[in-house]
């Protein structure tokens, strides 16, 4: 095994914080990786009423890119407000997350917006490290949302947090097709 190939290991990234970009920036990095030649599977939690430009973009990868919407574009917050179809869809998301990282079929596996379920008490964050610490050496895994978890921060190797300094939406401006999906 030469030095490069030791060096090499998956990382645990997360990209959180109320500014715009971390679904992108988890995109731009499946970019990155498919043109390495790995396999990406992108996994949206909360996802699901909209049709996103990346969604097309993937098929364009085969199955080198496999992108699902596994929620239905919203949920309910908060205790007993919480919609029970959103937690069965939130938990079935992650059900095949854990498959998915731990089968090391993938190389990067993105659970994009899966801070929101976690933070929403959809879904238990020491599970969620319990699966990162056994993943397989190789997997890089990218986990996406405002308020990231401290067990899942820590847990993390890299850490972004983007921060709003403006933003269109502000101003009135609608979501606008191929920047907001
Ligand atoms: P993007 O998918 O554009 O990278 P994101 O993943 O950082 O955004 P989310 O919290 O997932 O942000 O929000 C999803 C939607 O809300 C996207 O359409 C995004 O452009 C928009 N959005 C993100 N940040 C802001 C903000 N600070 N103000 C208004 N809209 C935002
Ligand atoms: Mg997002």
């Known amino acids: 095994m030469d030095a490069a190939t030791r060096s090499r290991r998956g990382l645990i990234l ?4 109320a ?12 970019m990155r990786a498919l043109g390495c030649g790995m396999k990406v599977l ?19 990868f085969g199955g ?6 596994m929620g239905r574009g919203f949920v309910k917050v908060g205790g007993a407000e919480t919609d029970a ?15 998915a ?15 929101y379920a976690i933070s929403y008490k959809m879904l238990d964050p020491a599970a969620v490290a319990e699966t990162l610490r056994a993943k397989p ?9 405002r308020n990231a978890h ?16 403006k933003h269109a939406y502000q101003k009135g401006i609608l979501a606008q097709r191929g920047i907001e999906y």
Do not use: C
């Open 14 to 17: 997360i990209n959180t914080g």
């Open 85 to 99: 179809e959103d937690v069965r869809l939130v938990e079935a998301a992650w059900a095949e997350g854990r498959e």
């Open 64 to 69: 080198r890119f496999v992108l699902k919407q």
């Open 150 to 165: 401290p067990l899942l921060v820590e847990l993390a190797d890299t850490v972004t947090e983007m921060r709003e300094v």
């Open 42 to 60: 992108m996994l949206q939690f909360i996802k699901g009423s909209w049709h996103y430009g990346e969604l097309d973009a993937a098929e364009a």
């Open 101 to 115: 990282i731990l089968s090391g079929a993938w190389d990067v596996v993105i659970l994009d917006e899966i801070n």
């Open 19 to 30: 500014g715009k970009g971390k679904t992108t920036a988890a995109l731009g990095t499946a």
């Open 137 to 145: 050496e190789m997997v890089h895994v990218i986990l996406t949302g």
